[in-house]
C-alpha cells in the first residue's frame, strides 16, 4: 500500500493521476472542491473510476460507490432518498460519469431521476469517445472523428445531451469546459444551490484519444469554445444565457486539425462541419 | 394480530410494511404490479413513512434500493421474470458489497416464448449471484418468510441479500387467510436495520465497490460463501426464534411422511401444497410415499436432505424449471450432487413439470410418484407433464 507522507490540499489525494494532460483530472478536483466534503459520488467503471481507487487504496476523502456503467443516477437517486428520509437534507450526491455512461447506456437512468425530480448533481466529463476501453466511438463522438470502432470517421451526428436534459425541465442545466475553471467553478456552485436536479456537461480533451500533445488539452478546450464547436451556457429554470459569449469566432478549422482523430479533412468537409457549428450556435441564440 | 384475506402480493406487501422500509423503488411487471400498487398506496395513505422512488426500470430499482440502503435504510423492491433478469448485473453489487436488501420474486417464466406465468426460471437463472432464496408454499409462509428474512440477512453473520420466491398467480394472486402479526410484536421479533461493515456517510468517509485486483478478489468471494455456510445455522435460529413469538413453525426442508418411504419427491413453492395431498391420497391407496419441501434452496441444506433421505431407496425430484443441456434440472443437478455416495446406490429421478404457467395437478404428481414405484429404470429426465406431440406443436420440422 502505497504511503503518503504530505497530506492533499483538495478532496482527491495527490499522486493520483489520470493521463497525462487528462482534463478530466482537472475537472474532478475543482467539482470536489466547490462541493466540499458533505458529497458522495457516485462513479462508474469509466477513466473517472481512477477516483474510486484500487483494492484497499482509495483516492477521494469524501464517501463513494462505483456504480455499474448503466446507473450512476440510479444510485445517486436512492442514495438522496436514504439521506432524505433520515433528514440529511444538506448531504450533496453527485453522479460524475463520462460521455459513454450518460449520453448512451445510462440516458435511462438518468431521464428517470430527471423526471421525478431527485434532487442529485450530475455532472458529465465529456472526452468524446469511451476513452477507458480503449477509443471507442459514442453518442458523443463528433462526426468525422476516428476511434477503433469508426476507423474510418464516425459518420452519424452527436447526440444534443444538453437539449435532451433540457426537455426534462429542471431547475439548473449548463455546459462548461476544463479550458474555463472559474465559469465550471461558478456552475458548480449554481448546480449545489439550485436544489436539484442539476447536470453539468464538461468538455474534457483527451490527449491520446483524440491525438494532441500533452501540453495542449487547455488550449485545444479553449479553441473548441473559441470557435463554437461548444458552447459555454447555462439554463436556469428553463431561461438560457450563454455564460461566455463567442462574437468573434475562429474557423473550425483551427480546432480541428490539430488533432489526429479528424484526419485530413477535405474543404468541402470543413465547410459542411463549419455550417453545422454556425447552425448551432445560431439556434442556441435564438433561445436567449 | 389480525386475520386479512390477502393473495400473495399482499402478504409481501403487509410484510414489507411490517419491516418498516423507508425507500421503495419499484418498477410494475406481472404478475408483481400490485406490489408495487401496494406499496404506494400504503406511502400515499401514510401507513408507511417511506419514500416512493417512481424508478423507470427494474435495473434501476435495484440500484436505487442498493444506494438507499447503504445510507443506513432499509429499502425496498420487488420483481418478476425479465425484470430479475434485467437486474442482473446490479444484483451481483448489492450481493458483492453484501448489502442486506430483501426482494421477494414473483416467480415467472423467463422469455422466450413470452409467458406471464408462473416457473422457476427467473429465480434460478440468478441461483449463484449471491443472493438467499427461499421459495414458499402460501401466502401465510410468503409474510413469514419475508419477515424472517429481513432478520437472517440482516444478521450480522450474515449481511447477504435475500429473494422471497413466490409462485406467479398460484401464490401471488390467490387469496387466503393469512394471519397479519402487529406491529409491535414484529418490531420485538426484527432488531431495526444497522448498516455493517459499508455504509456511505460524509462523516466517516468510505469508497465502496472499487476496482479490486486478483490478490483480494478469491478472499472476498470466499466471505460471501462463508456467509451462506453461516446461514445455515442461523436460519434455523431465526426461525425457532419466529416460532417463539408468533407460533407458527417453518423449516429449511420440510419432510413429510418420509420415515417409512419408498419413494419421495422433492419439491420447492406452492406446489409442496399438492405433493402433500397427493402423498395423502397415494397412502391411503397403501403406496409407501412420501414427499420433502425444500424451503431454503440457497443456502442448499445437504446435511439436511442426507438426513432426510439416507434410507429412502427411490427419490424423484420435481424441478419447474430446466437447465437446457444439462441433464436435468438445477434443483435435481443439486439434489443429486448432495446424495452422492461411495456405496450407497440410491436412484434419483429427475422430473419436469409446471413450466410456463402449466398448473401441477395432483395427477401429475401421482405420475411422477407411480413412475418411481415402478421400480424401473429411469435414465434421462422426465418431462413430467409434456404433450405427446410436442415436438410436432407449431409444425415444427425436425
Redesign the interface.
Known amino acids: 500500500m502505497l504511503q503518503m507522507n504530505t497530506t492533499a490540499k483538495g478532496l482527491v489525494a495527490h499522486g493520483i493521476s489520470t493521463c497525462i494532460g487528462c482534463g478530466l483530472e482537472l475537472a474532478a478536483r475543482v467539482i470536489l472542491d466547490v462541493l466540499g466534503?458533505?458529497?458522495?459520488i457516485?462513479i462508474p467503471?469509466g477513466c473517472a473510476?481512477l477516483f474510486?481507487?484500487?483494492?484497499?487504496e482509495?483516492?477521494?476523502?469524501?464517501?463513494?460507490?462505483?456504480?455499474?456503467l448503466?446507473?450512476v443516477?440510479?444510485?445517486?437517486?436512492?442514495?438522496?432518498?436514504?439521506?432524505?428520509?433520515?433528514g440529511?437534507h444538506d448531504?450533496n450526491v453527485l453522479g460524475f460519469a463520462g460521455d459513454g455512461a450518460t449520453v448512451d447506456i445510462g440516458i435511462?437512468?438518468l431521464?428517470?431521476a430527471l423526471?421525478?425530480g431527485?434532487k442529485i448533481i450530475y455532472i458529465c466529463y465529456d472526452n468524446e469517445a469511451y476513452m477507458n476501453t480503449g477509443i471507442q466511438g459514442s453518442g458523443s463522438t463528433p462526426p468525422h472523428a476516428w476511434t477503433t470502432t469508426t476507423p474510418a470517421g464516425k459518420t452519424a451526428r452527436r447526440k444534443n445531451m444538453v437539449e435532451i436534459v433540457k426537455a426534462h425541465s429542471i431547475p439548473y442545466v449548463a455546459t462548461a469546459s476544463v479550458g474555463y475553471v472559474d465559469d465550471l467553478r461558478k456552475k458548480v456552485e449554481n448546480a449545489k444551490v439550485s436544489g436539484g436536479p442539476a447536470y453539468i456537461h464538461v468538455h474534457s480533451p483527451c490527449p491520446p484519444g483524440w491525438g494532441f500533445e500533452t501540453d495542449k488539452t487547455i488550449q485545444l478546450a479553449r479553441l473548441a469554445v473559441q470557435t463554437r464547436s461548444w458552447i459555454l451556457c447555462e439554463i436556469v429554470d428553463g431561461v438560457t444565457k450563454l455564460t461566455h459569449p463567442v462574437p468573434k469566432p475562429k474557423g473550425v478549422e483551427e480546432y480541428l486539425q490539430t488533432q489526429k482523430r479528424f484526419g485530413e479533412l477535405s474543404p468541402e468537409e470543413l465547410t459542411a462541419i463549419q455550417e453545422e457549428v454556425d447552425k448551432e450556435y445560431n439556434k442556441l441564440l435564438k433561445h436567449l | 394480530m389480525m386475520r386479512k384475506m390477502l393473495d400473495g402480493n399482499g402478504a409481501v406487501a403487509e410484510a414489507m410494511r411490517l419491516a418498516k422500509i423507508q425507500v421503495v423503488s419499484a418498477y410494475p411487471i406481472t404478475p408483481q404490479s400490485p406490489i408495487s400498487e401496494r406499496l404506494a398506496d400504503f406511502v400515499a395513505d401514510g401507513s408507511l413513512n417511506a419514500k416512493y422512488i417512481r424508478v423507470e426500470s427494474e435495473h434501476t430499482a435495484m440500484a436505487c434500493a442498493i444506494g438507499a440502503q447503504l445510507t443506513g435504510v432499509r429499502a425496498g423492491t420487488a420483481t418478476s421474470s425479465v425484470g430479475l433478469a434485467l437486474m442482473h448485473e446490479v444484483i451481483g453489487v448489492a450481493a458483492g458489497c453484501r448489502v442486506p436488501i430483501v426482494m421477494p420474486i414473483v416467480n415467472r417464466a423467463l422469455v422466450s416464448p413470452w409467458s406471464l406465468w408462473c416457473d422457476h426460471q427467473d429465480a434460478m437463472a440468478v441461483r449463484d449471484s449471491g443472493w438467499l432464496q427461499f421459495y414458499v408454499e402460501n401466502a401465510q409462509e410468503v409474510l413469514d418468510m419475508t419477515l424472517m428474512a429481513y432478520h437472517i440477512a440482516e444478521d450480522q453473520r450474515v449481511q447477504l441479500p435475500a429473494m422471497v420466491c413466490l409462485d406467479g398467480f398460484f401464490l401471488s394472486h390467490m387469496t387466503d387467510v393469512v394471519i397479519v402479526p402487529d406491529q409491535e410484536t414484529v418490531d420485538c421479533f426484527l432488531p431495526p436495520f444497522k448498516t455493517h461493515n459499508l455504509y456511505l456517510d460524509p462523516n466517516d468517509p468510505m469508497f465502496i465497490n472499487d476496482l479490486t485486483p486478483p490478490d483480494d478478489f478469491t478472499e472476498m468471494r470466499f466471505q460471501q460463501q462463508d456467509a451462506f455456510d453461516k446461514a445455515l445455522k442461523v436460519i434455523p435460529e431465526i426461525m425457532d426464534k419466529f416460532t417463539v413469538m408468533f407460533g407458527r413453525e417453518h423449516f429449511m426442508v420440510e419432510p413429510y411422511c418420509c420415515e417409512d418411504a419408498e419413494a419421495v419427491l422433492i419439491t420447492m413453492g406452492s406446489m409442496s401444497g399438492t405433493a402433500k395431498h397427493t402423498v395423502d391420497q397415494l397412502r391411503k391407496e397403501g403406496k409407501k410415499v412420501g414427499m420433502i419441501k425444500i424451503l431454503s434452496f440457497r443456502p442448499f441444506p445437504v446435511d439436511l436432505l442426507r438426513q432426510y433421505l439416507a434410507k429412502v431407496p427411490r427419490i424423484g425430484v420435481l424441478d419447474r424449471s430446466a437447465s437446457l443441456g444439462a441433464e436435468s434440472g438445477p434443483l435435481s443437478i443439486e439434489v443429486r450432487a448432495a446424495l452422492i455416495r461411495e456405496k450407497d446406490q440410491q436412484d434419483i429421478f429427475s422430473f419436469i413439470g409446471g413450466l410456463g404457467g402449466r398448473d401441477v395437478p395432483p395427477e401429475t404428481m401421482e405420475k411422477a410418484f407411480n413412475l418411481l414405484l415402478a421400480d424401473k429404470p429411469l435414465r434421462n429426465t422426465v418431462w413430467v407433464d409434456v404433450k405427446e406431440n410436442a415436438l410436432n406443436i407449431r409444425e415444427v420440422i425436425v
Open positions: 466534503k458533505n458529497t458522495v457516485v467503471p473510476a474510486s481507487g484500487y483494492g484497499k482509495t483516492v477521494t476523502a469524501i464517501p463513494g460507490i462505483q456504480s455499474n448503466g446507473n443516477a440510479a444510485y445517486a437517486a436512492g442514495i438522496r432518498a436514504g439521506f432524505e428520509v433520515q440529511r448531504i435511462q437512468a431521464s428517470g423526471e421525478r431527485d
